[in-house]
């Protein structure tokens, strides 16, 4: 599979002009011309072709230089382009271009971010949606030169030949991936693109999506992420993403085969698989508990992963609602980045969302129990993983306090992104305040990402931000404020940089 997946791409080069004076003149006389045609034709045999509506597109993104690709794609967006062509070509040049390896996580946040970037776009006012994508270009550019420094990586077409038939395909990805055979992954992958529904697509992979802590979640935000893009872009794109999603869920860090072998990050994934059995019948029919919430998050400060997952099960046995368990969840790595602001603890944020995602959308009850227990257990994981990373503090979400002040909601919500930097602590206690008396939260996420346009330098800015401002709404009216409060801990105030490329967005666009 290596072979497979690290082919470069042929760059071509012509000569012209004189060389130390000789004339114009063929230096090998007797041999037919190589066309410019021949030479694409030959360096498109070694990388996967895209529909033929988009690719154009894609090989303008991907060709542009970095310092003048926002002016052309301004360029084209006076003349016609749209929206969701952008959106398709930007996401496609990163899995086309971007190795999810060694980690899924790293340069290819240039293919993470792409839907966080276009739910930042969507929740905006319209003079703002182009500002996020624009971003991301520019993103793509400083992730592709990084592929190009590690080797150039670029995504090969398939093995026609081994592609399964659509009655064997649901039977050859379940047996690629319980035996990490990539070779066997990756076609199967492309018969699922050609073969099935976008639903059951979702169902097949979410099995594979968190069964392991390695890359710290990158796996499942890469199954959510990209299912959710599809959505927006068209399935007629789904063939290269699958294949990367794939490659991507099988990556083990050069560790010997999990199928063969006994290892760490695969543990939880097995004792959950045998809880899992032992959950209710009945188990999506309990009660909404803020007092069961609030006792498994006091739990999740000091509890193993093993202990995560046990408590899990004790609750839905006990007739607590998913709900007031992933409560628990959004609120114990809310909290993790209150104790360290680092990028570990944010990673517990997103990954979780990313789990919520997945829990929300599929339907086979033994993928959500799996996918509920797994985002317990990796709860403890990200705890342990700050320890190498600096002091954790003992902040709790929970004894944030409303004080109630003198002065307008307007005031209040500058007092909140004013003091981000300086008073972090202060934020939170002033947005919780700010949400207490009644205010809009929109009014503050709609700040929140304005900030994030303007001061963003990183993916994680926008994966974070969409992550915290998406979740507010999955979590119940008693806890959902304190939430939003612990997201001040990684948003961006109005005392940051601005991240210089507004004015050259706005330039280009003009």
């Known amino acids: 599979m290596n072979g497979l997946w690290n082919r470069r791409r042929f760059v071509s080069a012509s000569v012209a002009g004189s ?9 090998i006389a007797g041999l037919g011309a190589v066309t410019d045609e021949q030479i694409r034709a030959s360096t498109n045999g070694n990388v996967v072709q895209l529909q033929p509506e988009i690719e154009p597109l894609v090989r303008l993104i991907e060709d542009t230089p970095r310092q003048r690709l926002l002016e052309e794609v301004g360029a084209r967006i006076r003349k016609g382009l749209n929206y969701t062509d952008l959106l398709a070509a930007l996401f496609l ?12 996580g790293f340069k290819f946040h240039a293919v993470l971010v792409v ?21 991301a270009l520019d993103e793509f550019k400083s992730s592709q030169a990084r592929d190009i420094a ?6 090969p077409p398939v093995s026609e030949s081994l592609i399964p038939t659509p009655e064997k395909v649901h039977s050859a990805f379940h047996s690629a991936m319980q035996n990490w055979d990539e070779e066997a992954a990756d076609t199967a992958a492309a018969g699922i693109s050609r073969f099935l529904g976008a639903a059951d697509t979702l169902e097949l992979f979410a ?6 802590f390695r890359s710290i979640g990158h796996k499942a935000i890469y199954l959510a992420n990209s299912w959710r893009t599809l959505q927006t872009i068209g399935w007629q794109h789904s063939e290269p993403v699958l294949r990367s999603l794939a490659y ?30 032992r959950v209710r019948a009945d188990w999506q029919l309990g009660k909404d508990d803020s007092a069961a919430t609030s006792k498994f998050l006091t739990q999740l400060r000091t509890c193993s992963s093993k202990e995560a997952a046990e408590t899990v099960l004790e609750l839905l046995n006990g007739h607590i609602s998913p709900r007031s368990v992933f409560d628990a969840l959004h609120l114990a790595a809310g909290e993790l980045l209150m104790r360290q602001t680092g990028i570990v603890a944010l990673h517990a944020v997103t990954t979780t969302n990313a789990m919520r995602f997945l829990f929300d959308h599929v339907g ?95 993916s994680h800015d926008y994966k974070f931000s969409t992550a915290v401002l998406e979740d507010y709404y999955h979590i119940s009216a008693p806890w959902r404020n304190y939430f939003l409060a612990s997201g001040t801990y990684y948003l961006k105030g109005t005392e940051d940089r601005d991240n210089g490329l507004v004015e050259r967005i706005r330039a280009a666009l003009s």
């Open 115 to 135: 839907n966080s970037a276009h739910v930042a776009s969507m929740s905006s006012p319209d003079e703002d949606r182009w500002l996020p994508i624009f971003w």
């Open 19 to 27: 060389l130390l004076g000789i004339s114009n003149r063929p230096l």
């Open 248 to 277: 991507a869920l099988l990556n083990h860090n050069g560790e010997p085969s999990p199928a063969t072998s006994d290892l760490e990050p695969d543990r939880p994934w097995k004792l959950n698989q045998e809880l899992a059995s």
């Open 207 to 212: 099995q594979y999506a968190a069964r392991d």
């Open 150 to 155: 590690e080797g150039n990586w670029t995504m």
């Open 93 to 104: 040049a990163g899995v086309r271009n971007v190795q999810p390896r060694p980690s899924v």
């Open 364 to 458: 086979n009850f033994e993928t959500r129990k799996l996918l509920l227990l797994q985002a317990a257990a990796f709860l403890p994981l990200f705890r342990e993983g700050m320890k190498s990373r600096g002091a954790i503090a003992d902040t709790r979400i929970d004894q944030l306090q409303v004080k109630q002040e003198a002065g307008g909601a307007t005031e209040s919500l500058d007092s909140i992104f004013a003091s981000l930097r300086s008073n972090t602590a202060t934020a939170a206690q002033n947005t919780l305040n700010y949400l207490a008396a009644g205010n809009d939260a929109a009014t503050l996420m709609n700040t929140a990402r304005r900030l994030i346009f303007l001061k963003g330098t990183d």
